[in-house]
């Protein structure tokens, strides 16, 4: 389906606003406000505000070495060449990259007058501030993306839910099939949430990290952990009793996520029933409770993970 972004409108309704901003005040080389407009529209606030500077400092030093080569030297293509020797350079060391593109727009208006005048170049200065601060004042509406970030946490909850569930069962040795289906669920909606709240993060001025960056950056450091206990469980040697038991816990454990300290007092308690138990008899049972074991300590680390604000 056919959609329209928020930020493809900013950038249309923008250029048209710079445009003709730039037209009623009867600048010459009006269009290259909406151009300027166009490529400083971006997705977050923080990165408009520092891409508007780049660009200003690039054409302002972009000017500066126009006059320099074009009025010490001559209005001719080896002029040109001479000047972008200098200046992509200068741009790439300066880190300011993003304005070569608004900036040689500049300097090759100011080669075409084939003569450089105060007049021309405050035209061309006002041209480039109409082009970033209209691009800045439609980057202040920025779509809230709080309904989104929430929808993906619970989400994951969910996935969580479903995965230690097929844990249970296969603990159980019930199921010998793995399905990924969760497990790839997951890794996408970490990277979806991650991206986003990075975003709203950049869209504000004061908060230093959001929530859900925090959220989603723990969230992620626990499916690591389910990604490490993935072969364990399939990989299971052989069903005993100690399978049936934390396979029980486990289940509880899927239904009360947000239950953690009570969660990790019972998995605490499992381990010493295990600790207490007499020694296995056969090889067997040796290699599947010392499987339980690291899987018992995996299960407790992501419920501490969980306790980490």
């Given amino acids: 389906m056919f959609t329209i972004g928020s930020r493809t409108v900013k950038t249309a309704i923008g250029a048209m606003i710079a445009l003709s901003i730039a037209q009623l005040i009867g600048f010459q080389n009006a269009s290259t406000a909406a151009v300027i407009t166009l490529l400083s529209v971006q997705s977050t606030q923080r990165k408009s505000i520092l891409i508007a500077w780049r660009r200003l400092l690039a054409c302002l030093i972009g000017m500066g070495l126009a006059i320099l080569i074009f009025e010490g030297c001559a209005y001719t ?34 080669y075409m007058s084939y003569s450089i005048t105060q007049e ?3 035209n061309q200065l006002c041209i480039v501030l109409i082009g970033i601060l209209v691009a800045l004042l439609f980057n202040l509406y920025m779509p809230s993306v709080e309904g989104e970030l929430q929808k993906i946490s ?19 040795k019930r199921e010998r ?25 950049e869209n504000s001025f004061f908060k230093r990290e959001s929530f859900y960056l925090t959220h989603f950056t723990k969230r992620q450091q626990q499916f690591q952990l389910v990604e490490r206990m993935v072969p364990l469980i399939i990989n299971l040697p052989t069903a005993f009793e100690q399978n049936d038991m934390i396979a029980d816990l486990v289940e509880e454990f899927a239904a009360n996520l947000k239950e953690s300290n009570q969660m990790l007092e019972k998995f605490h308690a499992l381990r010493h029933k295990f600790e207490s138990m007499d020694l296995p008899k056969t090889r067997e049972e040796f290699e599947t409770r010392a499987a339980l074991l690291i899987l018992l300590n995996k299960i407790e680390q992501f419920i501490e993970q969980e306790q980490v604000h």
């Fill in 177 to 201: 099939v793995w399905n990924d289906e969760y497990i790839i669920r997951t890794k996408k909606l970490l990277e979806t949430g991650i991206d986003l709240a990075r975003r709203s993060e």
């Fill in 120 to 122: 021309l170049l405050i």
């Fill in 77 to 110: 293509p080896v002029a040109v060449g001479l000047l972008l020797f200098i200046y992509v350079p200068l741009m790439a060391k300066f880190g300011l990259q993003d304005g070569i593109v608004p900036g040689f727009v500049i300097v090759m208006q100011l």
């Fill in 154 to 172: 619970q989400e994951l909850n969910h996935n969580f839910e479903m995965i230690f569930l097929q844990f249970s069962r296969f603990i159980r």
